[in-house]
């Protein structure tokens, strides 16, 4: 019982969140630098992040906007980056069966990749969380990002060069972090299985990447990755 309180009240979502702050605050950061180098006001840069809530995505509309780029090519692009949060909310729908449908569309709405990866580990844990407790992960890490690219954006001009304080890695880093999280756990409870998939992903992802964009052998293996998960979970 003591273990599950843990994971039941919107403050312990907060605190879960601690980790992806530290995170959030550098990459943010770095974005609200780049967006303000490429032309976008204060203002547009939380236009952005309100709307849109992707790093990646942001990053690659401002180097699009950069290279002036159409509008629809944008649109398309960022469509693709993030059709993967579609197979992120798909996978924790499950354990939420029992919220209302406006309780589901507010976490898979707020679902990033770092906060997904806090969730899963949570739900391996224990095999359940509250609502109450993914709100407060969720929007503690939204406000965060918000309030991390504006001031990037109002401090923008005095960097010229963000790579020169590290910021440039602090997504490269989070990212490593959550998958060796990841990878630890699963490694001690089924170790097959996660060699299983490990390789199946890398294997259909640098086959993919020759025949298309990495956009797409990112999805398509993202789903094997899945697909290969389930087909073995009875067997190991």
């Given at each position: 019982m003591e273990e599950k309180a843990h994971y039941e009240t919107f403050t312990d979502g907060?605190?879960?969140?601690?980790?992806?702050?530290?995170?959030?605050?550098?990459?943010?950061?770095?974005?609200?630098?780049?967006?303000?180098?490429?032309?976008?006001?204060?203002?547009?840069?939380?236009?952005?992040?309100?709307?849109?809530?992707?790093?990646?995505a942001q990053f690659i509309i401002c180097g699009?906007?950069?290279?002036?780029?159409?509008?629809?090519?944008?649109?398309?692009?960022?469509?693709l980056v993030n059709l993967r949060h579609f197979l992120m909310s798909l996978s924790v729908a499950p354990y939420f069966?029992?919220?209302?449908?406006?309780?589901?569309?507010?976490?898979?709405?707020?679902?990033?990749?770092?906060?997904?990866?806090?969730?899963?580990?949570?739900?391996?844990s224990i095999g359940?969380?509250?609502?109450?407790?993914?709100?407060?992960?969720?929007?503690?890490?939204?406000?965060?990002?918000?309030?991390?690219?504006?001031?990037?954006?109002?401090?923008?001009?005095?960097?010229?060069?963000?790579?020169?304080f590290g910021l440039d890695f602090a997504l490269v880093a989070m990212f490593l972090g959550l998958f060796l999280f990841q990878v630890e756990y699963s490694l001690k409870v089924k170790t097959k299985q996660t060699i299983i998939v490990l390789m199946s992903v890398i294997i259909v992802?640098?086959?993919?990447?020759?025949?298309?964009?990495?956009e797409i052998a990112v999805i398509i293996s993202a789903l094997v990755g899945c697909f290969v998960g389930v087909t073995t979970h009875d067997k190991y």
């Open positions: 907060l605190k879960a969140c601690i980790p992806t702050i530290l995170g959030y605050l550098g990459i943010g950061f770095a974005l609200g630098v780049v967006g303000k180098g490429v032309g976008l006001s204060v203002f547009a840069i939380f236009l952005m992040s309100v709307i849109v809530y992707a790093g990646s699009l906007i950069a290279l002036q780029a159409p509008v629809t090519s944008i649109i398309a692009t960022v469509f069966r029992q919220a209302s449908l406006l309780e589901n569309i507010g976490i898979g709405t707020l679902l990033t990749d770092e906060s997904y990866g806090v969730l899963t580990m949570a739900l391996k359940k969380v509250s609502v109450a407790w993914a709100n407060g992960l969720n929007i503690c890490a939204y406000l965060t990002w918000i309030v991390a690219t504006v001031l990037g954006g109002l401090l923008g001009e005095f960097i010229p060069e963000p790579e020169m992802l640098y086959l993919l990447m020759w025949l298309t964009t990495p």
